[in-house]
Nanobody, 126 residues
Framework: QVQLVESGGGLVQAGGSLRLSCTAS????????MGWFRQAPGKEREFVGC????????NYAVALKDRFTISRDNAKNTAYLQMNSLKPDDTAVYYC???????????????????WGQGTQVTVSS
């Protein structure tokens, strides 16, 4: 059974940084596009960014691309979300997701992803 587990969330002051990890078990993400999404209280889940299976293509929400970076280490079966210059508006539960896709493509719609983690809370204090 495929399991994605996010880690690295927590409480950080505005201007700080966090790196989230998403590690897969029961499945290799080698051929998966990996996506990150977030959901703030009272809001819909929104796309943060994604990375193709090779890491050759990344795509980000326009408002986040200057502060967030996605990477992956297929040997470790892990994807990462580096978040810098965090703001209180970044407070949300962050989810990673996987989509089997051997093409160098990116997907911004959460309906395109088959497997999801349970989420990790990120809280940014002002």
């Amino acid at each position: 059974q495929v399991q994605l587990v996010e880690s690295g969330g927590g409480l950080v002051q505005a201007g700080g940084s966090l790196r989230l990890s998403c590690t897969a078990s029961g499945h290799t993400i080698f051929r998966d596009t990996m996506g990150w999404f977030r959901q703030a209280p009272g809001k819909e889940r929104e796309f943060v960014g994604c990375i193709s299976w090779s890491g050759g293509i990344t795509n980000y929400a326009v408002a986040l691309k200057d502060r967030f970076t996605i990477s992956r280490d297929n040997a470790k079966n892990t994807a990462y979300l580096q978040m810098n210059s965090l703001k209180p508006d970044d407070t949300a539960v962050y989810y990673c997701a996987a989509r089997y896709d051997y093409s160098e493509s990116y997907y911004t719609d959460d309906r395109d992803y088959q497997n999801w983690g349970q989420g990790t809370q990120v809280t940014v204090s002002s």
